[in-house]
């Protein structure tokens, strides 16, 4: 089978499963790893890469990290020479542009932890709690324009626990993301979905 040639948009801890399932997966050639710059975190106020950043330089897969991904022309035309397949994005805290979503083959699709349409946009664990959710999960859509408004291309829920805490979620769909990752690159690879 033809391994895909992916790169994934992502920043903090909860990106680095769904990003190891990419570096590991047997059909799919990871082009690059495109995050945030780094910058101070902590008490002493040090200079800390992101976490996504960190597993890209432990694993030797190229990286990239821009402030405004949208404005780097030259990488952006770099990764066009590439031939992408697909783009996957989860956590990334940057708005794509056209010139990106149009970049691969297949599209850019968005990881979101909430069973889309439902809770659209930022914080989706916390207001499944807040409302007292029976289910949550995780969606993969095919990113437009709007945000979290593209098509659905997968879905997968979870039960929520009646005493289960933000953090507890937060970990739960943080590997959930990887393991649906997982499920739909061999859907689309396959041409299922």
Known sequence: ???????????????????????NHCEVEL???????????????????PEVIE????????YFQSPNINNEKSF???????????II????????GNDILSLPRLGCFNIHTSLLPKYRGAAPIQYALLNGDKTSGVSIQKMVKKMDAGDLALSSPIKLHVCETGGQLYTRLKFKAAL??????????????
Do not use: H, W
């Not at 597993?55 to 190229?62: E, V």
């Not at 649906?180 to 979905?193: H, M, P, S, T, V």
């Open 76 to 86: 952006l035309e770099d990764l066009r020479k590439k031939d992408l397949d697909v």
């Open 89 to 96: 994005v989860l956590a990334f805290a940057q708005f794509l």
């Open 55 to 62: 597993y890209a330089r432990a694993k030797k897969i190229s």
């Open 180 to 193: 649906c990752l997982n499920d739909f690159i061999y859907e689309l690879n396959a041409g299922e979905l």
């Open 31 to 49: 082009v690059s790893v495109v995050s945030m710059p780094d910058r101070k975190s902590g008490r002493g106020m040090s200079i800390k890469s």
């Open 1 to 23: 089978m033809k391994k895909l040639k992916v790169a994934f948009f992502g920043t903090p801890d909860f990106a680095v499963p769904s990003l190891e399932i990419l570096a």
